[in-house]
């Protein structure tokens, strides 16, 4: 049987090339956002590999642990799995499940144009001792919408943006104990929110966890409120008294993105119920597990405010609770 072989000058840019035409295909399917407001931003992180790796010889990629290949793991609220593609191209869809979609295709796409070439990292040909393995990291993005009403949140998050340390594992997972403690105290004021969580090779993590990152401060007209790696720029008062706004029709949108160590078995969050029991898992991860955190929250500028509308046209995969 006749196999066909792409040349090996087409071999080098083919691939590159179909990568960066899902991720444009992926980022021009999303809806537009017409109205942006300012925001505020607290995280940091250290994705650094276990120290003293010693190689046991012979050379890793083509997928797996390698490159593109080998995504998986990634769940939509309640688990959807890979056929669900048409998401990506403008139904709603995208987030950290859209975005691990396209990297998966990409990612056969490559090595069937490389034939699959290239040992496959495995336990048996492990590069660290003492089985000192660095298996695949769980990222997690949780956005939720809240009635405007909750402006405590909002001063909660400046004042830890201002003390708060982003500089060690500790003083993120302070940062996240604390933000989902706030979330937690005030359970009448939640509407929407959409959870989606999926596990990717540590080769890959940091590049796909800042990429979720740039996804979700893009929304942001201006970060007013930043606390970020050490690097701190407090911010001005929101200017709306928390009874002054609309209980009915303005919201806050603030969205979590987690990198883990472990996976946490979240799953569903389609109801009030399973949104407290996520939001008590995500503050008890420990701080040796925690690899990555970003808080993001908009409006934070004086006099800003977010419609419904305006919500669910930034944030369309929000679901209502």
């Not at 990222?139 to 009403?149: D, E, F, S, T, V």
């Not at 001005?236 to 969205?255: D, M, P, V």
């Not at 029991?277 to 990555?292: K, T, V």
């Amino acid at each position: 049987m006749l196999k066909f072989q792409f040349p090996l000058p087409i071999k080098r840019w083919l691939a590159p090339l179909i990568i960066a035409v899902f991720i444009l295909v992926s980022v021009l399917g999303q809806p537009s956002s017409t109205f942006a407001a300012s925001g505020g931003r607290i995280g940091g992180g250290n994705f650094r590999a276990p120290s003293k790796s010693i190689p046991r010889g012979g050379s890793y990629g083509g997928g797996g642990y390698g490159g593109y290949g080998g995504y998986g793991g990634y769940r939509r609220g309640g688990g959807m799995g890979f056929p669900f593609i048409l998401p990506i191209f403008g139904f709603g869809g995208g987030g950290l499940f859209g975005f691990l979609i396209v990297m998966s295709i990409a990612g056969v796409l490559v090595n069937s144009i490389r034939g699959g070439s290239g040992p496959k990292l495995n336990a048996s040909n492990s590069i660290y001792q003492k089985n000192e393995t660095i298996g695949p990291v769980t990222l997690i993005q949780l956005q939720l919408g809240l009635l405007a009403a909750a402006k405590e949140l909002q001063q909660d998050l400046r004042e830890l943006a201002a003390s708060a340390d982003t500089t060690t594992s500790s003083g993120l997972q302070q940062v996240l104990q604390e933000t989902t403690l706030s979330l937690l105290r005030q359970p009448n004021l939640w509407v929407y929110a959409n959870l989606e969580n999926g596990q990717v090779p540590f080769n890959s993590a940091e590049s796909t966890f800042n990429r979720l990152s740039l996804t979700e401060r893009s929304k942001l007209t201006a970060e007013l409120t930043t606390n970020y790696s050490g690097q701190v720029f407090p911010g001005q008062a929101s200017g709306i008294e928390a009874g002054e706004a609309s209980k009915t029709n303005e919201y806050i949108a603030i969205t979590l993105i987690i990198a883990s160590k472990r996976n946490l078995g979240i799953t569903h969050c389609s109801n009030s119920e399973e949104l407290q029991r996520n939001l008590q898992i995500l503050g008890s991860i420990s701080s040796s597990d925690l690899m990555a955190l970003e808080v993001i929250w908009q409006p934070e500028g004086k006099e800003e405010v977010l419609s419904g509308e305006d919500l669910v046209t930034a944030y369309p995969n929000l679901k209502h609770l």
